[in-house]
Nanobody, 132 residues
Framework: QVQLVESGGGLVQAGSSLRLSCAVSGGTFTNFAMGWFRQAPGKDREFVAG????????NYADSAKGRFTISLDNTKNTVYLQMDSLKPEDTAVYYCAAENKGPNYWCSGSTCYAAESAYDYWGHGAQITVSA
């Protein structure tokens, strides 16, 4: 059974940085495409960033470009989201998700990893609150 566990959330001031981690267990990490999504109060869940297990061709939502960086460590079966220059509008519950795509999956373009419905597994979420 595949499990995803997020960590690293918290309360920070605007302009600060945080790094979220998502540890994946119970599956073959090199078969997964990984994504980060977020859901702000009263809003739908939205795509933030995605990457495949090889770390190539990450994709970012416009709101994340230039401030957030997705990366992974295959030796730890963990995906990260480094968030810099945080803004109050980044306040949300952040979810890690995994899609079983096989070891040869590769994607390039603005729609890569962004389809919420395509993901097979989800974490329970980590709250990030950014104060002004």
């Amino acid at each position: 059974q595949v499990q995803l566990v997020e960590s690293g959330g918290g309360l920070v001031q605007a302009g600060s940085s945080l790094r979220l981690s998502c540890a994946v267990s119970g599956g073959t990490f090199t078969n997964f495409a990984m994504g980060w999504f977020r859901q702000a109060p009263g809003k739908d869940r939205e795509f933030v960033a995605g990457i495949n297990w090889s770390g190539s061709s990450p994709n970012y939502a416009d709101s994340a470009k230039g401030r957030f960086t997705i990366s992974l460590d295959n030796t730890k079966n963990t995906v990260y989201l480094q968030m810099d220059s945080l803004k109050p509008e980044d306040t949300a519950v952040y979810y890690c998700a995994a899609e079983n795509k096989g070891p040869n999956y590769w994607c390039s373009g603005s729609t890569c990893y962004a389809a919420e419905s395509a993901y097979d597994y989800w974490g329970h979420g980590a709250q990030i609150t950014v104060s002004a």
